[in-house]
């Protein structure tokens, strides 16, 4: 960045100097319009869709807008902000790994920002819509959905831009035990965002609950591209894609993460389930047993390998293993029905 270090003036006089700031909050989370600022000498600018200029000797709380009557001070400092490079380029705009997501979801290109004949408000003019806002999200984060919703609705319904009121009100009504209405907040809050990245991994999640597994599995390679650290997301990743029949792009997956975490249970495990589907029953017996090894309780692995035995006629060996899973899961349809096998068979 260019600048000056304060500590050059530590013990001399600090030069007049003019003072710029910016916000892209309004816009990234509210669907509002950004801000930029400009003080110099006793004048401070804001610039926006209502511009407004103060005189900070005479009104140091701002409140009375001079613009009107300070015109040439308001051309110089207007003039200063245009030579300032304030576009927003946001990251996963850029990155060729979410910008492919985004495109095969439709979002790129649908933003909230200035389009023609549809401008973003000024934040001023829209401040008020955030009572019933933070009324909500406060009820969501003490877990009222009851009272959550009607909030936030109130709050959209007001200022349909209203990135975070659609966000919340997404998670509020999956709260609410409403997963079908929560993807259709969500996903308007993800439009809206032009394709936010920090909003996928929410997405994905209701998504794939309600059977959207194509997108869900798309919204999870945006949310990993923004948390590439989250061993979760790619085990989920690799589950999905196995459910759209997409087993060897699976196994890759779930290979990558256990090699990256070798100890990881969920991921040997994912691994020799989907071994298992693919007739590679040799390496899919062993990656199964590592799991029980690393997670004695892991029964999901113990279940697949009693079938995979029982599969190969080894019944014995299975019976131990459908004795330990219903030690695990007492009321679990699948291994009384496996231990039905099991003794009608032996």
């Known amino acids: ?4 270090s304060l500590l050059d003036f530590v013990d001399t006089e600090v030069p007049d100097r003019a003072l710029y700031s910016e916000t892209f909050y309004p816009q990234l989370r509210l669907g509002w319009s950004g801000l930029q600022s400009l003080i110099e000498g006793r004048f401070h600018y804001i610039d926006g869709p209502d511009p407004e200029l103060y005189d900070l000797a005479a009104d140091p709380a701002e409140r009375q807008n001079i613009l009107r009557d300070e015109r040439r001070v308001y051309g110089s400092l207007k ?3 245009v030579r300032v490079d304030a576009e927003l380029e946001r990251p996963h705009e850029t990155e060729p790994e ?3 997501a985004l495109l095969a979801l439709g979002y790129l290109g649908t933003s909230a920002g200035p389009s023609g004949d549809d401008p973003l408000p000024d934040p001023k003019t829209r401040i008020h819509t955030l009572k019933p806002l933070d009324e909500g999200m406060k009820a969501f984060r003490l877990g009222d959905s009851q009272i959550a919703v009607p909030l936030l609705r109130e709050a959209v319904t007001e200022n349909p831009k209203l990135i975070v009121g659609w966000q919340f009100l997404g998670l509020a ?3 609410d035990g409403r997963p079908v209405e ?3 907040c969500l996903d308007e809050a993800f439009r809206l965002s032009n394709g936010a990245p920090e909003m996928a991994q929410s997405l994905a999640a209701v998504a794939l609950e309600i059977g959207r597994v194509e997108e869900g599995e798309a919204y999870l390679r945006v949310a990993i591209q923004h948390k590439p650290e989250d061993l979760r997301l790619r085990l989920v990743r690799g589950r999905a894609l196995l459910e759209l029949q997409r087993p060897e792009e699976a196994l890759e997956v779930a290979k990558e993460v256990r090699s990256q975490h070798p100890s990881n249970a969920d991921a040997v495990y994912l691994c020799g389930t ?3 589907g693919l007739g ?3 390496q899919a017996e062993i990656d199964l047993r590592q799991a029980i090894e690393l997670a004695p309780d892991h029964a999901a692995a113990v279940s697949d390998l009693a079938v995979l035995l029982m599969s190969q006629g080894r019944t014995q060996e299975a019976r131990t293993l459908v004795q330990l ?4 899961r007492p009321g679990d349809e699948v291994a009384r029905q496996l231990w039905d096998e099991i003794g009608s068979g032996g």
Not at 1 to 4: D, S
Not at 325 to 328: A, I
């Open 1 to 4: 960045m260019t600048g000056r």
């Open 79 to 81: 003039a200063q902000l």
């Open 98 to 100: 979410i910008r492919d």
């Open 173 to 175: 009504l999956l709260q």
């Open 182 to 184: 929560a993807y259709q």
């Open 274 to 276: 989907i071994r298992m």
């Open 280 to 282: 590679q029953l040799e």
């Open 325 to 328: 899973l219903l030690e695990l």
